[in-house]
């Protein structure tokens, strides 16, 4: 572990260095506040503020990708784009979500060999949170606003100056290329790392998490889903918006005898998530859809890959345009399962 | 307000004692500042949730079809249920449509309108406040004062707060009502119409196009407009048919382009101005300019706006002689 400070005077220098040798992705100021963005500037880059509206998820696992391209003699893989990418500025409840991605991309032995050569040739330096956002809770779902996982590089902004720690190998590598520019971190400033990360914790709201997994498949008739999948809309905006959905849909567009096979992002919360080709849908409401996406992530991940699919980035609650909280949903649940 | 919201509660258990209504269709707070929910009530004991306020933004007309959709999988005979709602101006025009166009019956619904002083944009006053998080707003007759998670404050004008929509909206009393409450203290706003509008209709091709791209090409497809809007009720949108398959899956612009214009010219004739897709719009499009310039050019080529009686029908399902044909040309 190697820890270091900057002056913030000469942050843009340091992006600008490591930006020599890769693709730099970092928060920009956007209208929805700030969004993650390819950056060749480097005085573009914002770190005050909360979190971005949407999650960098996409750097790794983009909303829409070409698998193969074919036509009638012969269909031919196609190449993901790679590229050595730094993303700067994550939040690290978005970098321990791209740890949970992982355990789905390598599933049961099996490779997604367009997610994991992203993943390798991304450096993850994450940026502590001082200041919550509206709707934050990762303390509550086992994550910190000073969490280490899934980053290579854990960034704590201390005013003046930020302290730059590195998790990983890779992340130390990292430092050491622009170790012109920082100094070694002081007891001092390890001290306000402390606090900081200390003070933050105490500004997050604490939210009841269901954890009795029996409790969680009887709620499977509860009467709640009802009212919910009422007031959900059905639009894709909280799995979108949300670092660890990762479902998808594999879709053949074709064109005069050629074609391509696109992968997209898809949604429970759709109509047409389950729709199958004989016509017949499991799911016919929205309330069995919106159940899925809540048992999804705190039942099903948890059967499957030992952990909740929450990072508590709170995106989904922001975002909502039906003003479904999350938080208030696993409140429920909670209560429900005391009562069962 | 609180006098109207009172109200509100009041009427509705009414509503529910006299056996008026089933179910009834409201805003209740969220857990977020400036946030509502739709609220679905089925006793008088539970109307104090209704809530009655300045973000009471969203569009409740597009909650009421699935309340008249048989249940799947019901066999035997099924009534639909008596629904009550609460409605701006905007809300009832939307009803007024679903009528016409079959999605909901007149004879089951209890329409309450609320003479409407016009709806907080939640993502202005995000972005007034800069980059923090929204912790806390408050909202007297003249401002509403944000509160970040950082501590920050700020102070805007109501008047600049409101929603584009509310702020040119000329029909802010319910146009279909059962029961009307606040009638008095809502005008129509003192603006010129269609500015926005004006303002794109007079730059060149190149520009306009530039804006579209600007605008559309932060879609990402969550389609949290279409689910917002009460016009878009299709079982099944264009833009996931397959067969013919008219647009690809991407967010690529040709994709994204084609969505959101084919949307638009399904609005014409039957947007109400009501703003709910903006307020969805996670991204912050512009989707208003495109449904405000097909309404523009609707009311000077028909002089029609839409749905605003439940006699009169709509601009595309009817036929004057003297209708304006000046926009067809030889093939």
Redesign the interface.
Known sequence: MLDVTLEKSKLQEFLKLLGQKRRLIAPVAD????IFSEVSDPSLV?L???NT??SPKEVLFP??EVLYTFNADQVNKAEPTVQETMLFGARPCDARAFELLDRVFTWDGINDPYYLPRREKTSVVSLACN??????FCTSVGGSPAGEFGADVLTFDLGKKLLLRSLTERGEKLLKEASTLTEEATEADKQAVKQAVAEAEK?LEQVAIPEDLEALKGSFDAEIWE?LG??C?????CA??CPTCHCF?I?D?TRKGAGRR?R??DTCA?S?FTLHGSGHNPR???DARYRQRVLHKFLYCRENFDEAFCVGCGRC???C?????L??VLERLVSLAKTA | MKQVEDALRKEVAKLFEEKEVDIFVGHEA????L??????VRSSEEVDRLVWNRSCA?NLA??LP??FKRP??LKGAWTPPKVGVVVKGCDSRSIVGLIKEKQIPRDRLFVIGIGCEGMIDR?KV??AL??????EAKIDETAVQAIG??GTEKQIDIAEALAASCQECQHRHAVLADLALNEASASPAEVSRYANVAEFEDKSPDERFEHLVTELSRC?????C???CPNCYCEECFA?ETTP?WL????DLPDVVFFHLGRAFHQAGRCVDCGACV??C???IDLRLLNQKINKDVEELFGAEASLSLEEAGVLCSFRMEDDQSFMTEP
Request: glycine share 12%; hydrophobic share 35%.
């Open positions: 209208r929805m506040g700030t914002r005050e503020g909360v509206n949407l909303q829409w200041v919550p956002g509206e709707a934050c500004r009212e009422l007031k809309l059905g639009c894709g905006v979108y918006a849909d879709t567009e696109v997209s992002w759709f047409l016919t409401t929205q609650i922001t975002n345009p039906a003003g479904l909280d938080r208030a | 969220a857990s977020l500042p946030k509502t929910s739709a609220c679905f969203a597009a909650y699935q309340l799947p999988g993502h995000a972005r800069g980059t923090a998080g929204l912790a998670t950082d990402i497809r969550c389609y949290a279409r689910e917002a996931e398959k690809g899956v991407t967010t307020a969805a996670p991204q912050g």
